[in-house]
Nanobody, 116 residues
Framework: QVQLVESGGGLVQPGGSLTLSCGTSGSISGITAMGWWRQAPGNQGRELVALTVGSSGTNYADSVKGRFTISTNDAQNTVFLQMNSLKPEDTAVYYC?????????WGQGTQVTVSS
């Protein structure tokens, strides 16, 4: 069974940086999209943070443009999220997402807390 394994979350001061990583524990073929979503405290739904879709390019939430960068290692089915200039409103549980042959896969989530 394929699982997505995230790492890199934690506590950081405003203005700081963190890098999230997500790899797969099993083999996935036919990946068409990889990305990150987040769920802030008190919110019921998840918000798209960044998504890279095959050759179509990358989309970012307006709130993170210019501060966050998504990258992938396609050979290792790994996706990263470099987060700079972090703000308290970036505090959330961040979830890795992979879409492969029409099937979505989710990581277990990693907590990011931005606070002084």
């Amino acid at each position: 069974q394929v699982q997505l394994v995230e790492s890199g979350g934690g506590l950081v001061q405003p203005g700081g940086s963190l890098t999230l990583s997500c790899g797969t524990s099993g083999s996935i073929s036919g990946i068409t999209a990889m990305g990150w979503w987040r769920q802030a405290p008190g919110n019921q739904g998840r918000e798209l943070v960044a998504l890279t879709v095959g050759s179509s390019g990358t989309n970012y939430a307006d709130s993170v443009k210019g501060r966050f960068t998504i990258s992938t290692n396609d050979a290792q089915n790994t996706v990263f999220l470099q987060m700079n200039s972090l703000k308290p409103e970036d505090t959330a549980v961040y979830y890795c997402y992979v879409l492969a042959l029409g099937t979505p896969y989710w990581g277990q989530g990693t907590q990011v807390t931005v606070s002084s």
